[in-house]
């Protein structure tokens, strides 16, 4: 069939939608809906809760959701009332408050010069020289440096003097004379590195209390910074026996050291009745640092220490490192949960029991301390982590330290402890266990306090048991 014979459908034309004589629309033509509006019209929605009565029992539904909510609500505001009531919040009276404003004060701060590693093989020599001990814009410096390689490479002899009539201030020999000797078989040296350690023992003591120490922490590998409190008398016994408190260590070494660098840092008891059964280990805590280190900038270290607790902090009480309670029913020998014998076969006995107290040995007066150290062989330092350059069972481990200081000493660019303030306060709020057995609830000791009446009470019981002690002891 020719292509002008072929058949072609009609198309229909739209037309448009005709008026009807009222206003309204007309019906739509016949024909193919090309656009149609799904828009719901006003008088189309279907709207069921106005046609049908409400049931009464329905509101219930709304009524009691609210109920439940509102009772939570006053549950949980009562439990947080509860818990903010039963805070501790004691009375302190300030001890020391020092800012350096007025220099280094040798009447508050004792430099100790010695030689002998401190118990912990410690690779530094303790002095008060100015390059090592400083104040500089109102902040103290406690730097290390390198030792004059003079000393350290020839025969020498380091004599620091006997106590009193020289600069050491150790009590032995081994604290106060080292040397070098360069003779074949021979590895002794004089301490390769130079630092500095001060204490308040002669001026700021305490016995329970607040401790706040505002420090820049150091730089560099093997650096050993340390806030730390030891006992001012050995009341139950030598080391551990009377008790230490870490504040705060760390180490110098940057985030990527295995035992955690600049951006850890830890706190501890030590506690025990011999040196073998040191149980630091059940009261100590770590904190890491997030996003930053605690050699960047200034930041609060503390302790706050009572009778019924102790615990440390960074920057504010929320920020716990370590807490310890100290609970009337389990004493801290029962804690430590010794041995009967020591490795020798010596029976061990509990030096703590007499005075019946479960905080014993924290129960005494502690003096500050505030060093930087460096390297040591007492394990703060794990032999084959991150390049550890000796071994702590080494008799050379000082000279092996020495030998790889050109490994180490670059990484020095921050080698020293910088302190904005310190601030010793003592409780001075009474007796807490002795307030405890008389039956007084909070509030009412609280108030008792405030009025001056309980604490001359708890002085004169204070008194009265330490004496108690002290005969029993003799």
């Not at 828009?39 to 709207?47: A, F, L, N, T, Y």
């Not at 014993?360 to 060093?371: K, Q, R, S, W």
Request: hydrophobic share 35%; charged share 25%.
């Amino acid at each position: 069939m020719p292509p002008q014979a072929m058949s072609r459908p009609e198309r229909v034309p739209h037309l448009a939608k005709a008026k009807s004589p009222s206003g309204g629309r007309s019906e739509e033509p016949p024909g193919p809906r090309y656009f149609h509006s799904r828009r719901v019209r006003k008088d189309q929605v279907v709207k069921p809760w106005t046609k049908e009565p409400k049931d009464p029992k329905e509101k219930w539904v709304t009524i009691i959701p609210l109920i439940g909510l509102s009772v939570g609500l006053c549950v949980a505001a009562f439990i947080i009332w509860d818990g903010l009531r039963s805070v501790v919040n004691h009375k302190y009276c300030m001890v020391l408050e020092e800012d350096w404003s007025q220099g280094f004060r040798s009447d508050i701060w004792q430099a100790e010069i010695k030689v002998g590693g401190f118990g912990n093989g410690e690779f530094e020599m303790t002095t008060d020289a100015s390059e090592n001990l400083f104040v500089n814009g109102s902040h103290l410096f406690i730097r290390a440096t390198l030792q004059d390689e003079e000393l350290v490479t020839k025969n020498n002899m380091l004599d620091l003097g006997p106590k009193g009539s020289g600069t050491c201030t150790g009590s032995s020999r081994r604290e106060c004379v080292a040397a070098t000797n360069t003779t074949a078989g021979n590895s002794s040296i004089v301490p390769p590195v130079l630092s500095a350690r001060i204490n308040t023992k002669a001026s700021a003591r305490i016995k329970y209390g607040r401790v706040e120490v505002v420090a820049k922490l150091p730089k560099g590998d093997w650096l050993w910074p340390a806030i730390w409190m030891m006992p001012a008398n050995d009341t139950y016994g030598p080391w551990p026996a009377s008790g230490e408190i870490d504040v705060v260590e760390s180490r110098g070494n940057n985030h990527t050291y295995a035992q955690g660098g600049d951006n850890v840092v830890s706190s501890a008891l030590h506690w025990g009745p011999d040196l073998d059964n040191d149980m630091w280990w059940r009261t100590y805590h770590r904190r890491t640092a997030r996003h930053t280190t605690y050699s960047d900038g200034f930041n609060t270290f503390a302790v706050e220490w009572s009778q019924k607790y102790l615990f440390t902090y960074v920057n504010n009480r929320l920020m716990q490192v370590l807490y310890t309670p100290f609970r009337e029913k389990e004493n801290m020998w029962r804690r430590g949960s010794f041995p009967h014998a020591n490795a020798n076969g010596t029976e061990l006995k509990d030096p703590w029991g007499r005075t019946g107290r479960p905080n014993t040995p924290f129960d005494h007066e502690f003096y500050l301390i505030i060093n930087l150290a460096v390297g040591g062989t007492n394990g703060w330092f794990k032999d084959g982590k991150s390049g550890k350059p000796w071994l702590d069972t080494s008799p050379k481990a000082n000279k092996d330290f020495w030998e790889a200081r050109g490994q180490w000493y670059p990484t020095w660019t921050q080698p020293y402890i910088e302190v904005k303030s310190v601030r010793i306060d003592q409780q001075c709020d009474g007796d807490e266990f002795e307030a405890g057995s008389r039956g007084m609830d909070r509030d009412q000791r609280e108030a008792e306090v405030d009025d001056g009446v309980v604490g001359e009470a708890m002085e004169k019981a204070n008194d009265k048991a330490e004496g108690e002690d002290k005969g029993k002891m003799v």
